[in-house]
């Protein structure tokens, strides 16, 4: 079973430290960002991708790739995606894939941390946004690429 955590200074962090989050809301984090992580949505690579991005975190060695279908109006089609980090990084990707299908590049390019956030259904330690990010910067960039 994978470690849930990251390392901080010389100890692995618990799912508390990494979202800053209370002992009450620890349920949500179990029910929702550890459902992601372990069932992960939408992966895979999209053979042929209209549009793809590979995006790493150089800071702790995370890394997410997209794949977009795009229909002729440029809306995402399909997505598809393939990574390894940790479970922030990991089930952010997943919840925002089941959010994009029918946006535009506009309407992406729109979406912050608020709206990951919603996704995961709670609210991320500000230590670990570019973790929580990393999926949203990939497809913000893959929709800005031809594959």
């Avoid at 949505?41 to 991708?49: D, V, W």
């Avoid at 996704?119 to 929580?132: D, G, H, I, S």
Wanted: aromatic residues 4%; contains cysteine.
């Amino acid at each position: 079973m994978p470690v849930l955590g990251c390392w901080i200074g010389s100890k692995i962090a618990s799912p508390l430290d990494i979202l800053g989050a209370r002992n009450d809301e620890y349920v949500m984090y179990e029910s929702t960002l550890l459902d992601h992580y372990h069932h992960p949505r939408n992966t895979g690579k999209l053979e042929p991708a209209d549009r793809q991005h590979r995006e790493p975190n150089p800071l702790c060695g995370d890394v997410i790739e997209v794949f977009l279908k795009l229909d002729a109006s440029g809306k995402i089609q399909d997505i598809r995606w393939e990574g390894s980090g940790c479970a922030v990084s990991q089930a952010s990707m997943s919840a925002l894939s089941e959010k994009l299908v029918d946006k535009s590049a506009r309407q992406v390019a729109a979406l912050g941390v608020g709206d990951i956030e919603g996704y995961l259904e709670t609210t991320v330690n500000p230590a670990r946004l570019k973790c929580a990010t990393l999926g949203l910067v990939a497809v913000q960039k893959a929709c800005q690429n031809r594959a």
